[in-house]
T-cell receptor, first 116, second 112 residues
Framework: EAGVTQFPSHSVIEKGQTVTLRCDPISGHDNLYWYRRVMGKEIKFLLHFVKESKQDESGMPNNRFLAERTGGTYSTLKVQPAELEDSGVYFC????WGSGSYNEQFFGPGTRLTVL | LAKTTQPISMDSYEGQEVNITCSHNNIATNDYITWYQQFPSQGPRFIIQGYKTKVTNEVASLFIPADRKSSTLSLPRVSLSDTAVYYCLVGAYTGTASKLTFGTGTRLQVTL
């Protein structure tokens, strides 16, 4: 079974540009999460989808970040316009509704975003 | 959310047992304890979860004393491939749809 995939693996853009990150969760997983780790900091929660609906977006830093999950499948996270402090690694995770272990989320490899 | 405290780093030789202790003094009654492992250039990976006493799976054991103010992740006979960052997370059980709160983690370095 394929795991959580993220694209691209790396992205280097200039300040003020737009970048869109994509996450494909494990098939059948209704829950999809975005996290990020900026340089030297802890991994922080950004938002949570249940299917196509935003369940919790309390971690989104500001309105330059827009997340969507079309049809409850893959998700995109757009940063527009990007700022220097947006540099970091963006992780996507998914989990199955009502599955076994509490809080067992399956993470993707992350997208490393560098804003110059 | 309960705050956790872990050692920043640990070193071990291959073949030894490694115990990583996490403090969570203000853990709530309905909080569970979960450990994740993260290798370089990968996302975190679930290792083990428990509420009280001892939990064991094919990868690790988790020891939780009666007062639940701390927990210890035990990795038996570590190998070089166990070099990673280990995160202790504490949070309430609300089904499988809860966001995770990561701390700084413990960086384990295993050498020959």
């Amino acid at each position: 079974e394929a795991g959580v995939t993220q694209f691209p693996s790396h992205s280097v853009i200039e300040k003020g540009q737009t970048v869109t990150l994509r996450c494909d969760p494990i098939s059948g997983h209704d829950n999809l999460y975005w996290y990020r780790r900026v340089m030297g900091k802890e991994i922080k929660f950004l938002l949570h989808f249940v299917k196509e609906s935003k369940q919790d977006e309390s971690g989104m830093p500001n309105n330059r970040f827009l997340a969507e999950r079309t049809g409850g499948t893959y998700s995109t996270l757009k940063v527009q316009p990007a700022e220097l402090e947006d540099s970091g690694v963006y992780f996507c995770a998914s989990s199955q509704w009502g599955s076994g272990s509490y809080n067992e989320q399956f993470f993707g490899p992350g997208t490393r975003l560098t804003v110059l | 959310l309960a705050k956790t405290t872990q050692p920043i780093s640990m070193d071990s030789y291959e073949g030894q047992e490694v115990n990583i202790t996490c403090s969570h003094n203000n853990i709530a009654t309905n909080d569970y304890i979960t450990w994740y492992q993260q290798f370089p250039s990968q996302g975190p990976r679930f290792i083990i979860q428990g509420y009280k006493t001892k939990v064991t799976n094919e990868v690790a054991s988790l020891f939780i004393p009666a007062d639940r103010k701390s927990s210890t992740l035990s990795l038996p006979r570590v190998s070089l491939s166990d070099t990673a960052v280990y995160y202790c997370l504490v949070g309430a059980y609300t089904g499988t749809a809860s966001k995770l709160t990561f701390g700084t983690g413990t960086r384990l370095q295993v050498t020959l």
